[in-house]
Structure formats: structure tokens, C-alpha cells
């Protein structure tokens, strides 16, 4: 991805984000306006904006951090990339806020969807599943066949948590933990 040839002001940063809210937003045009950081800038706006950061009691600054690891993970294959990921994650957000959501899922649900649309292609390689599986990929073989990618995705972002400077869920209990973690790992594997 080219750099801009200018610094870029936060003021572009925010009128692509305010895009966010419907569906004109684009978000090859925010990849470029955060320097290739559409993934972790998006998700973190949003999650702020909810006031899910503050419903859960998220720590901010490894939160950020854990999006960046999660949108470095993303590689730079044609069509499962960090900007796809980003156009997902604010897919997610419409349908949260003007769709499905209203009136239907709670905050632990909204998180929980954020995050999974986040962290749904984490590390993808570009091979389909049944690629895997056929040439009996180290990875089919890991999960015996069953969502290899999918099951990548979610351990990959999962063992991220923990590395205490990643952790931003330290302040959730043990039982609330479960549930999203619950939610995020059925929101990947309904992806395959």
C-alpha cells in the first residue's frame, strides 16, 4: 500500500470514520488516511463510540495494542487482508446499530461481535479450507479436518490474550470472560 505523499490530519481520519455509520464508508480510503491502520483504527473508534470500552471495563491501551497485533496478523493476500477485515468490522457495526441490533443484542453480544469480526481472517493464508484439508495441511491436521482456518483465527487471537501487555479483559470475571469468548467462537466458525 502507498504511503500518502503528505502527513495527513486527524480531521481526514474523522470524516472517514464519520462515514462509519452507513454504507458509504470505504474502507480502502481509511487503510490510506491511517497509514494502514484501517483494522485496529476502526475497531477501536467503534468500541469506544459504543461505550463498550467503559460497559466492560476494557483496559484502552491493550486493547489498542491487541488490535494492532491482530491487524499485523492479517496477511497480504488479494482478499483476506486487514482492509477487508475493516469493511467487516463496519458491516458488523451497521447491522448492530440499524439492523439486527437495536432492542436485540445485548453489550456482551455487540463486544462480542466486534471483536470476532476483527479477528475473522486473523493470519489467513488464502487456501480454502478443503485446500487444507485435501493436501493435509499441518493445520487440517491440528483440527481434524473440522474449520482448520476458522479454528486458526480464533486460537491465534486468543493466545494473544495472553501476554499480560495484550490482555484488555483483566477486569472481566471468569464467567463473563466465557460467555465472549463463547459468542466470538461461534461467530467464527458460523464464517466457514
Known amino acids: 500500500m502507498a504511503m500518502p505523499e503528505k502527513p495527513l490530519t ?3 481520519v474523522e470524516a472517514c470514520l464519520g462515514t ?18 484501517p ?19 476494557l483496559d484502552p491501551g491493550k486493547l489498542a495494542r491487541w488490535l494492532c497485533c491482530i491487524e ?26 440499524r439492523g439486527l ?7 456482551l453480544s ?11 481472517d486473523y493470519q489467513h493464508m488464502g487456501r480454502t479450507n478443503d485446500w487444507l484439508v485435501e493436501t493435509e495441511d499441518d493445520l487440517a491436521l491440528l483440527y481434524n479436518d473440522r474449520s ?4 486458526h483465527h480464533l486460537a491465534g487471537a486468543f493466545s494473544l ?24 467462537v461461534e461467530l467464527v466458525l458460523g464464517t466457514e
Open 148 to 151: 482448520p482456518m476458522e479454528n
Open 10 to 12: 486527524m480531521t481526514q
Open 20 to 37: 462509519a455509520e452507513g454504507w458509504t464508508f470505504n474502507a480502502f480510503h481509511l487503510a490510506s488516511v491511517t497509514c494502514g491502520r
Open 101 to 107: 441490533g437495536p432492542g436485540y443484542a445485548d453489550n
Open 39 to 57: 483494522l485496529s483504527v476502526l475497531t477501536y473508534w467503534l468500541l469506544q463510540k459504543s461505550g463498550l470500552v467503559h460497559w466492560a471495563e
Open 110 to 120: 455487540m463486544l462480542a461481535a466486534y471483536l470476532a469480526a476483527a479477528c475473522h
Open 72 to 97: 499485523d496478523g492479517y496477511c497480504t493476500n488479494a482478499y483476506h487482508n486487514k482492509v477487508h477485515a475493516a469493511d467487516v468490522v463496519q458491516t458488523m457495526h451497521v447491522l448492530l446499530t
Open 161 to 184: 490474550l495472553k501476554h499480560p501487555d495484550l490482555n484488555f479483559l483483566g477486569a472481566m470475571s471468569k464467567a463473563v470472560r466465557q460467555r465472549l469468548r463463547k459468542l466470538m
